[in-house]
């Protein structure tokens, strides 16, 4: 019973490696252009398409609730710029001063 499976898995085997080198290296891999033209099409592009509709939605439009924690917004020293107390790329929507969001 081993022998002859021993002998099925050895013909099995040296079938498929000369039905493999007849075939050629060239054309082992052939269509997998269109495998991922269809993967970039069928998911990237939705997948872009869904994180752009939640970055641009309008849940985001009212900054969260400022918490005064000690370890945040620590200003040693004065800011070159402004009045000293905004970062450079400050948007006051989004970034909070040390005492909490500015008022509009």
């Not at 079938?15 to 052939?30: F, K, M, P, Q, V």
């Not at 020293?77 to 969001?101: C, E």
Request: glycine share 6%.
């Amino acid at each position: 019973m081993a022998a002859s499976l021993t002998s099925l898995a050895r013909r099995t085997i040296s079938t498929s490696l000369r039905n493999y080198a007849a075939s050629g290296a060239a054309h082992a891999h052939e269509g997998g252009h269109k495998q991922w033209k269809m993967v970039s099409l069928l998911v990237a592009m939705p997948a872009i398409a869904l994180c752009m509709f939640n970055a641009f939605s309008a849940e985001h439009e009212h900054p969260p609730e400022f918490v005064p924690y000690e370890h945040l917004r620590i200003r040693t020293k004065r800011f070159p710029w402004g009045d000293g107390n905004k970062s450079l790329f400050h948007n006051p929507h989004v970034n909070a001063l040390p005492d909490g969001y500015e008022e509009h």
